[in-house]
């Protein structure tokens, strides 16, 4: 399955990413250092999992819900020590866990995505899952984390969840239910002392900005912009965001077309231009919504701008398109 | 007979599935007489029981091949559950067809789009799109997407195939069925 995965092209390329979730799992585990390893998977779904072989996979999506490195260590811990308490090749002994079987005995790989989504939704037993959260919140406890944050990781994705009307999150599927588990991490806190490493929003924000934009663009080109939504339109996240993330926000009212959204896309644009005024895109998305709107003068205006920008854009024969109606239209040459 | 074949069998049977069929002449009729088509000689061609899809393969449908399909705008794409609407752009099209791709699983989420720009088919405005993904087995895959709406239906055409040694060699064939695409008379 890992070579599938790196077959693929599924792995996030950034090795200033990987390297510090690395550092993260190697602080929780230094006596596995060489023998456990992080890979970030492109994807803007919910999901982490772990392989027998000791790989631990983290998707771009769930990496970014994090607010602070310690939330980012809890689950990190978790998938861990499905790594280390062997969970993968009890599972096989068990016959229960079809996808587990199929990692380890290299089965068939045409049905790998499906193996996959199978591996993440069954994930291992209860008393395994219980076991990951006890024993990880230890490791979490032992690397000097903060673990007040832990349960805060399953509170925002509760909220997320509820928002996006998600059934089965794959990550939390055979977990204990998402309720059951922020009550265990919270018992598990209750009795440790306040403070820790890894609370700062601000530098771990810092840490994933390039994540942080790559999420939103995968996000928004498969079309989900409900879950792009939820964090870009919190203004507390919004803020920790790189600057052309009022573009994005944009994008996401634009692509969910919901009553209202074309006004909301609007001024996330202005505001993006006045945040980040040589940020090309948005220029583009506001003369093709002026277009849109019959408003010629504007949309040449913008969309000129937008040329001048990135002279080498790969739309560029859209934009051109558009700037002959839009010049024609509002009396111009064409 | 193995478990496709079988099934194939069973389906054709009981009259589900159209039986493929050499292509002979040029041009080829759509399923439902709403468009012609070129279809290269010596290919294998079938059509959808709904008369809403034709396919093609030189070497075998699950290798490579054409797909040519009509659907009403309103009708929402299966992953994305999103639909095409008659005043979108060509872009904005384009933009659905590659959000039902990333839609798909892991590995198409991780495509990489070549090309994206505006194209003519049979007289309506449309777009032209490139993407290229890898499949599990690291093999890489190129698609080419043409679409368009005409009233009130949403037509795309679409070649897939391996980069290696298959989508050089039939691409053309493809853009020759694009360029002969024409839709029916009456409906111009």
Known sequence: MAQALARGGVIYDSEASTAYVQHVMERLFPEFKGHIYVAIVKSSQLNAFALPNGRIYVNQGLLVRFRNEAQLATVLAHEGIHFTNRHGYQEVQSGKDYAAFGAIGGMIVPILPQLMAVSSTYGFSRQMETEADVQGFARLKRAGYDVHESPKVFEHLIAEIKAEDIKEPFFFASHPRLLERVENMKRLSSGAAPGGDGASTTAYAQTMAQVQVDNLESMLSAGRAKSALIMLADPERLVELPPQAQYYLGEAYRLRGAEGDVKRAEEAYLKAIEGTPEFAPSYRALGVLCMKANHYLDAQKYLERYVELAPSAPDLKYVESYLKIARKKSGGTP | ?188
């Open chain 2, 1 to 188: 007979m193995n478990r496709i074949g079988t099934a194939t069998f069973v389906l054709l049977l009981a009259g589900c599935v159209q039986a493929p069929a050499r292509v002979d002449s040029m041009p080829t009729q759509a399923p439902d007489k709403s468009y012609s088509v070129d279809l290269p000689i010596g290919w294998i061609k079938q059509g959808s029981p709904d008369n809403r899809t034709l396919i093609a393969s030189r070497n075998g449908f699950l290798l490579e091949g054409m797909h040519i399909s009509k659907r009403p705008i309103k009708e929402a794409f299966h992953r994305t559950k999103k639909a095409a609407t008659a005043q979108m752009l060509p872009a904005e099209l384009a933009e659905l067809e590659i959000a039902e791709l990333k839609s798909q699983d892991q590995f198409t989420a991780a495509l990489t789009v070549e090309q994206n720009e505006p194209a003519e088919i049979s007289g309506r405005e449309g777009f032209d799109l490139r993407v290229r993904f890898k499949n599990t087995r690291g093999l890489e895959i190129q698609r080419v997407v043409y679409g368009f709406v005409d009233q009130a239906e949403y037509y795309r055409l679409s070649f897939q195939a391996p980069m290696l040694y298959y989508f050089d060699k039939y691409y053309p064939d493809f853009q020759k069925a694009v360029e002969s695409f024409q839709l029916a008379a009456a409906r111009k």
